[in-house]
C-alpha cells in the first residue's frame, strides 16, 4: 500500500498539522520507507490471535467521586498562551 | 578523600549519614563541575542556586533517616517539576512552567534528594541519539561528536560526565537502556505498572516507564525503592508488596536457570557483542547459574509492531499541543488555522513523522489492517516470553546492535536509527523490566552493554544477577575530562 503526496496532505489535514509541498514530499519519503518495512507483519497469519490492548491486568479502579483540589482557576490559567485573567482565550469561532 | 563526584551514590549518602561530607559540599562540587561542562549540552534548566539554598536548609536540620539524604540530582526534563520549567525538549513546550509535581520527582524530594536542574532529551521522548531535541545534540563525555543514545541522552551524558551522582530517565522502546549501553552505565526499566506515570509527559502510554539510571549495580536499587511506588493518581500502576531492592540486593544466583534467545543473534552485527554475549554467559556460569538456550520466535516482528502502537498513542497523546490552554501559539486565521500552524511550528521533524504515522494507522480503513494487527501481533510477542519464562528465570541478551555512533551518522534515514532499539523494544511490548550494564569496550574504545530481562515485578532477580555479573565484569569507565578546559 504505497502512500501517495494526496494521503500525505490527508492525514496532514487529520492531525492538524500544516505541511508546505516540500515537506510532503520528504514525508512521502519517509512514510513510504518506513511502512514497506513495517509490512513484514503480514507474514504473520493472526487470524485467531487476540489483540492487546494494555499489559496492566488490573480492572480500572473506581474512586470516591470527590473535588480533591480547589479555587486552582489563577494556576490552571498561568500558563495560558495569551493573557486573561477569567478565561482561556482563542481566535473566533462563531461568525 | 578522592574527589566528591568520584564518590558513588551510595557512598555519598553512607558519608552523609556519618557526617563526614555535607549536603552542600557535595551539591557545591556537582554545580561546580556542571558549570565547567556546557559543551556536553546536557541542561536544559539550571537550578544551581536553588539546590545550593536547599542543600544549606538541608545541613541545618539534617534528617539521615532519608534514604537519599541531601542528595542532589538533575533529572530528565520529561518529568514535571512544580514551579521549574518542564520542555519535553520541544518548542512547544518551550515556556511550560507545571504547576504540579510528578510523582516520581516528588517520591526522589520526599527521600531527601535536592533538584540540581533539568536534562536534555530526544523531542518528547521520541529518538535514539539525543538529535531530536529542540535544544539541540547532547555529547557523550565517551568521546567528541559521539551520540551518548537517547531518548534519555542528557541523562546518561551527565551521569557518565559526573554531573549527577545518579539520575532518573524514561523509557518507551529503550530510552533508559540504550544510552546506559551506548556511556557505560546502568540503567533499568521496571516492569510496567512499577513506577508511576503522573506528571511524565506522555509519548505511549502502554508502554512509558520511569526508571533509575546509575553508576552502578548497588545505586540502581536504592534508587528503583525510592521511586517505585502504587500512585492512586495513574490508572496502571499496580498495587503490589515492594521489596526493599537495596537491602534485598544480594549475588546468591545459584541455580537460576538464565535463557538464552537464539533470535537475538541479529545479521551484521559486530564479532565483539557476540563475544561479549559469550563472556556474559561464562561469568553466569561461574556464578552458579544455569544456561538455557530458549526461543522468542515472534523477535523480528517486535520492532514494526512497536512502530505502530507507539506512534498510534503518541498521536493521541500529543493531540492536547493545541495552543488553546498552555505552550506555544502560532496565530491564525481561524481557530483551526491556529492549530495547525501551532503544531506545524511548535514540533519537531521526528515528533510530526511519528504523529503522521500513528494518525495514519488509526484512521478510518486502516485501523484493521495496521493497529489491530500490531496489537495481535503484540499479544504473540507477549506469549513467547510467558512461555519461556516457565522455564527460565532470567533472560541473558545484548542491550543494542551496535555501540554508540557519531553525530548525523543515522539521522537521515527513520529506520536504521529505529534498528537500534532491536533488543530494547520487546521488552517494553510485554511490560517487563530490564536492565543493561555495562560489560565491555569495543575496538574504539566504546561501552557495550548487555541487557538481563525479568518475569514482571521480579526486578530483584534481574538485580542480583547484575549484581553478580558486575563483580566479575569489573567494568571501569575511563572518561577523560576532555570538554573541560
Redesign the interface.
Known amino acids: 500500500?504505497a502512500?501517495d503526496l494526496k494521503?500525505?496532505k490527508h492525514?496532514?489535514k487529520?492531525?492538524?498539522?500544516?505541511?508546505n509541498d516540500e515537506k510532503a514530499k520528504k514525508?512521502e519519503k519517509?512514510?513510504n520507507?518506513?511502512f514497506k518495512?513495517?509490512e513484514?507483519?503480514?507474514e504473520?497469519n493472526?487470524d485467531k490471535?487476540?489483540?492487546?490492548?494494555?499489559?496492566?491486568e488490573?480492572k480500572?479502579?473506581l474512586?470516591k467521586d470527590k473535588i480533591l483540589s480547589e479555587n486552582?482557576r489563577d494556576?490552571?490559567l498561568?500558563?495560558?498562551?495569551?493573557d486573561n485573567k477569567d478565561y482561556?482565550v482563542?481566535?473566533?469561532?462563531v461568525e | 578523600m578522592s574527589n566528591i563526584t568520584d564518590l558513588s551514590l551510595n557512598e555519598l549518602v553512607n558519608n552523609v549519614k556519618s557526617k563526614k561530607i555535607s549536603s552542600k559540599e557535595i551539591t557545591k562540587a556537582y554545580v561546580e563541575r556542571s558549570k565547567k561542562s556546557n559543551k556536553l549540552n546536557t541542561y536544559i534548566e539550571r537550578t544551581f542556586d536553588n539546590a545550593l539554598k536547599n542543600s544549606e536548609k538541608f545541613d541545618n536540620s539534617p534528617n539521615l533517616e532519608k534514604k537519599l539524604p541531601g542528595i542532589p540530582f538533575a533529572v530528565k526534563d520529561l518529568f514535571c517539576t512544580k514551579g521549574v520549567k518542564t520542555t519535553a525538549s520541544s518548542k512547544i513546550l518551550e515556556n511550560f512552567i507545571p504547576t504540579y509535581e510528578s510523582t516520581i520527582t516528588q517520591n526522589l524530594w520526599d527521600a531527601g534528594a535536592i533538584l540540581l536542574g533539568k536534562l536534555n532529551c530526544d523531542e518528547f521522548a521520541m529518538g535514539s541519539s539525543n538529535e531530536t531535541s529542540y535544544f539541540g545534540n547532547v555529547i557523550s563525555p565517551i568521546s567528541d561528536n559521539l551520540v551518548p543514545g537517547g531518548s534519555s541522552g542528557g541523562s546518561a551524558s551527565a551521569l557518565a560526565a559526573k554531573l549527577t551522582p545518579a539520575t532518573i530517565g524514561t523509557d518507551t522502546g529503550g530510552s533508559i537502556r540504550q544510552p546506559a549501553s551506548f556511556t557505560g552505565t546502568v540503567g533499568l526499566k521496571p516492569t510496567y505498572g512499577s513506577c508511576s506515570r503522573y506528571g511524565i509527559v506522555a509519548f505511549a502510554s502502554s508502554l512509558d516507564q520511569a526508571g533509575p539510571m546509575t553508576r552502578n549495580v548497588k545505586d540502581c536499587s536504592l534508587l528503583l525503592e525510592v521511586m517505585s511506588s502504587f500512585d492512586p493518581k495513574d490508572s496502571t500502576s499496580v498495587d503490589f508488596k515492594r521489596p526493599n531492592y537495596f537491602t534485598g540486593l544480594n549475588k546468591n544466583i545459584k541455580g537460576k536457570k538464565i535463557g538464552i534467545p537464539k533470535e537475538y543473534r541479529v545479521d551484521g552485527m559486530p564479532k565483539e557483542i557476540d563475544k561479549l554475549w559469550e563472556k556474559g554467559k561464562e561469568y553466569l556460569k561461574d556464578c552458579g547459574a544455569e544456561i538455557v538456550d530458549i526461543s522468542l520466535p515472534h523477535t523480528n516482528y517486535a520492532l514494526p509492531t512497536y512502530y505502530i502502537v507507539a506512534p498510534a498513542e503518541a498521536s493521541s497523546n500529543l493531540a492536547r499541543y493545541d495552543g488553546v490552554k498552555y505552550g506555544l501559539r502560532a496565530d491564525g486565521e481561524n481557530l483551526i488555522d491556529m492549530y495547525e500552524k501551532t503544531r506545524s511550528q511548535g514540533f519537531g521533524e521526528e515528533v510530526k513523522r511519528r504523529i503522521m504515522i500513528g494518525t495514519y494507522v488509526l484512521s478510518s480503513g486502516y485501523y484493521d489492517a495496521y493497529y489491530l494487527k500490531a496489537q495481535k501481533v503484540r499479544k504473540l510477542i507477549k506469549n513467547d516470553f510467558d512461555d519461556v519464562f516457565k522455564k527460565v528465570d532470567a533472560i541473558l541478551t545484548p542491550s543494542t546492535p551496535s555501540s554508540a555512533f557519531k553525530v548525523g551518522e543515522k539521522s537521515n534515514d527513520p529506520v536504521s536509527m529505529y534498528l537500534n532499539d532491536i533488543f530494547t523494544v520487546p521488552v517494553n511490548l510485554a511490560g517487563l523490566p530490564g536492565i543493561s550494564i555495562p560489560a565491555g569496550l569495543d575496538k574504539n574504545n566504546y561501552p557495550l552493554g548487555l541487557q538481563i530481562i525479568g518475569k514482571p515485578f521480579d526486578e530483584q532477580n534481574i538485580l542480583n544477577i547484575a549484581y553478580s555479573m558486575e563483580e566479575k565484569i569489573n567494568f571501569k569507565l575511563n572518561i577523560k575530562d576532555w570538554w573541560i578546559k
Not at chain 1, 78 to 82: D, E, H, I, M, Q
Request: glycine share 0%; net charge positive; proline share 6%.
Open positions: 500500500m502512500i494521503t500525505v492525514i496532514s487529520l492531525a492538524r498539522i500544516s505541511v514525508l519517509d512514510l520507507s518506513i518495512w513495517i513484514q507483519l503480514n504473520l493472526t490471535v487476540e489483540p492487546l490492548t494494555s499489559i496492566a488490573t480500572l479502579r474512586r486552582i494556576e490552571i498561568k500558563n495560558s498562551p495569551k482561556f482563542v481566535p473566533k469561532v
